[in-house]
């Protein structure tokens, strides 16, 4: 699997697991675009690289959307993602990401029945040699 897939599919897997605690459907967690079918609450995670994959190390921006129409839930689901990757030190197979928590807010959406927050983390990933 290439680094990108697997980095994708360890930040999927995380958020996955807020499913059972916060209400959030099957479908509820995407990668950068959500299911046309996607219900309330729902997450949808993109990542950029910032710097050149030939240092050795790739730094990722990882922002975490979250989309309710309840700001108590989203506020929750946004301090539920800060505990799940702040610090967050992820070895798998190929690679080695740490995650660090770098700001959080609510972004004005123009249906003002919908919260939308943004959650965002620096990604620091190793790729593993041995």
């Known amino acids: 699997m290439g680094i990108t897939n697997e980095l994708r599919k360890v930040i999927k897997t995380a958020l996955d697991t807020l499913k059972t605690t916060h209400g ?4 509820g ?12 609450p729902h ?20 922002d975490v ?11 929750d689901l946004q301090d539920a993602i800060i ?11 190929g690679i080695l990401p ?4 770098t700001s959080a807010g609510q972004v ?5 029945t919908i919260c939308h927050y943004v959650v965002r983390f620096e990604t620091q990933n190793y790729r593993r040699t041995t």
């Open 24 to 27: 959030i459907a099957d479908n």
């Open 65 to 75: 959307d979250i989309w309710t129409k309840d700001e108590a839930a989203a506020l």
């Open 29 to 40: 967690v995407s990668y950068r675009l959500a299911d046309p079918d996607v219900v309330f």
């Open 108 to 112: 004005e959406d123009p249906d003002k």
């Open 83 to 93: 505990d799940l990757f702040s610090f967050k030190n992820d070895p798998q197979t």
């Open 98 to 101: 740490t995650f660090y928590f």
């Open 43 to 62: 997450i949808v995670f993109d990542f950029t690289t910032m710097t050149p994959m030939d240092m050795g190390r790739e730094d990722y921006t990882l």
